[in-house]
């Protein structure tokens, strides 16, 4: 199966919390990330967590990580219009003396209806 | 320039043609890499490239595409004989190695094959 795993598509409505969820396989995974990319644009990094924390929360954003399950969720509370966008999880792949390479899900597309 | 620079941003070709994409990595990251997206897929990595290290090609589909790294900066992804399926969009990254989570990605080039 694929390395990483998200649901494609996620609808809400303005101020509400948005939650996207992303299974992965790689538990030697070092880094765990999530990635923004607007419409005609390149990927922005949103955040990123290591794999020894549990959470992590920026502003509005709050990271969780489920090493267990391989889990990884992205919460954006208040949910702007402006945050309509697809969103990417990545696990790092790393070789080993060096760094690697970021393996992507297929996106998940977030729609926030006014 | 101050991001990561791709040309063309976008570009049609025939199908059976051989096609250049290149891309400018934010002066002083030693690590680049390349990815694809296809509609209604995620990011595929193709190659990665860290300083003077042998390329990683494992994400290359097929032979007919190759890329190469001048002077530890400017990167080509040459694909040839061009087909329908190589359609795509390419997407350039680059970080400071060591950094996984520094990537930069451009903008990328669109390639539509017809």
């Known amino acids: 199966g694929e390395d990483v795993e998200q649901s494609l598509f996620l609808s809400v409505r303005e101020g509400d919390s948005s939650v996207i969820n992303c299974t992965y396989t790689d538990s030697s995974s070092t880094y765990l990330y999530w990635y923004k990319q607007e419409p005609g644009a390149g990927l922005q990094l949103l955040t990123y967590?290591?794999?020894?924390?549990d959470m992590k929360q920026d502003q509005r954003l709050t990271v969780l990580l489920n090493k267990k399950d391989k889990h990884l969720s992205l919460r954006i509370a208040d949910t702007q219009t402006g945050d309509s966008a697809i969103y990417f999880c990545?696990?790092?792949?790393?070789?080993?003396?060096?760094?690697?390479?970021?393996?992507f899900g297929q996106g998940t597309t977030l729609q926030v209806k006014p | 320039g101050a991001g990561v620079s791709q040309s063309p941003s976008n570009k049609v070709t025939e199908k059976g043609k051989d096609v250049e994409l290149r891309c400018d990595p934010i002066?002083?990251?030693?690590?680049l890499y390349w990815y694809r997206q296809s509609l209604g897929q995620g990011l595929e990595f193709l190659i990665y490239f860290q300083g003077n290290s042998a390329p990683d090609k494992s994400g290359l589909p097929s032979d007919r595409f190759s890329a190469e790294r001048t002077g530890g900066s400017v990167s080509t992804l040459t694909i040839q004989r061009t087909q329908q399926e190589d359609s795509a969009v390419y997407l350039c990254?680059?970080?400071?190695?060591?950094?996984?989570?520094?990537?930069?990605f451009g903008s990328g080039t669109r390639l539509t094959v017809v």
């Open positions: 990254a680059s970080s400071w190695g060591g950094n996984l989570y520094g990537y930069t």
């Open positions: 002066s002083g990251h030693t690590a």
């Open positions: 990545a696990e790092s792949k790393t070789r080993s003396g060096n760094t690697g390479k970021l393996i």
């Open positions: 967590i290591f794999s020894n924390m």
